[in-house]
């Protein structure tokens, strides 16, 4: 049952904040007045009380866009309006698993540095293993904003990145799959992509050898004939797709849209 309602969105957070009040979980509408949905959700994330309370948003049926960012802020779940009873009852489901998953211990090893990059169906973060203190890069997909084909696809992407090893290949290290998020630890690459080596080179108007160029055609070949030995197709291989190591080495990465031939 709901335990309690408010009209707008800076109500909800004084009624959150409330010390005597506790909330099992939170039904949060994207679009109240004086503070929207997601800007009610960033101040949950970041209270160091609440947000360990389960928040699923309550969207329109065209939001995918502003779904798919709360996802990525850290919204347990959507639902679409209107609400219908079988997804009211859903909600018990996640306050009965409020406990820390295995995907968020493993998780808990790494500081998030920063924003690498961010696509229609997930985004990557620098990250720094709290023991060791290397660089990662960890891809996170969300999947409550992804229908079936999109979902299919972000699985098989897991899959690729295991079987497909090289010295011209991104490498993954570990990946974790819980119940609404795939997390994907992977190699970092830390000369970024050869999109923005190429702008910035054409800004400083520096141009690259033709050894350079020839050293890094020789290096994508090489990793699409491994691809290609497996029977696998990137099928969206460009510039940004292209990650650079600090070496100057080429690593083909981003297998979202890659597929496995029979």
Not at 10 to 23: E, G, H, M, V, W
Not at 91 to 103: D, K
Not at 173 to 192: P, R, T, V, W
Request: aromatic share 6%.
């Amino acid at each position: 049952c709901i335990r309690d309602s408010v009209e707008d969105g800076q109500k909800a957070i004084n009624k959150l904040r409330d010390p005597n009040t506790y909330f099992d979980l939170v039904l949060l509408d994207l679009y109240m007045p004086l503070k929207t949905g997601k800007e009610v959700l960033e101040e949950i994330i970041n209270d160091e009380k609440l947000c360990k309370i389960p928040v699923i948003v309550l969207s329109a049926k065209n939001d995918k866009t502003i779904t798919s960012e709360c996802l990525e802020l850290g919204a347990k779940s959507f639902i679409v309006k209107p609400l219908i009873l079988p997804e009211l009852k859903g909600f018990q489901s996640f306050i009965e698993t409020t406990g820390e998953t295995e995907a968020e211990k493993n998780l808990s090893k790494y500081e998030i540095i920063k924003l690498l990059g961010k696509g229609a169906c997930g985004y990557v973060n620098l990250v720094k293993h709290k023991e060791t203190g290397h660089l990662y890069a960890l891809k996170t997909i969300p999947l409550m904003a992804l229908d079936d084909v999109e979902r299919e696809s972000a699985c098989l992407e897991v899959h690729f990145l295991k079987v497909l090893i090289g010295p011209t290949l991104i490498k993954s290290y570990q990946s974790y799959i819980d119940k609404d998020k795939i997390h994907i630890i992977m190699e970092y690459a830390e000369g970024g992509n050869l999109s923005d080596k190429i702008v910035h080179a054409r800004v400083k108007k520096v141009w690259f050898s033709p050894d350079k160029i020839l050293d890094w055609i020789s290096q994508i070949i090489l990793g699409v004939q491994l691809m290609h030995s497996k029977s696998i197709l990137h099928r969206d291989l460009k510039s940004q797709n292209l990650f650079l190591t600090k070496d100057d080495i080429i690593k083909i990465g981003d297998f979202g849209i890659a597929k496995e031939l029979e």
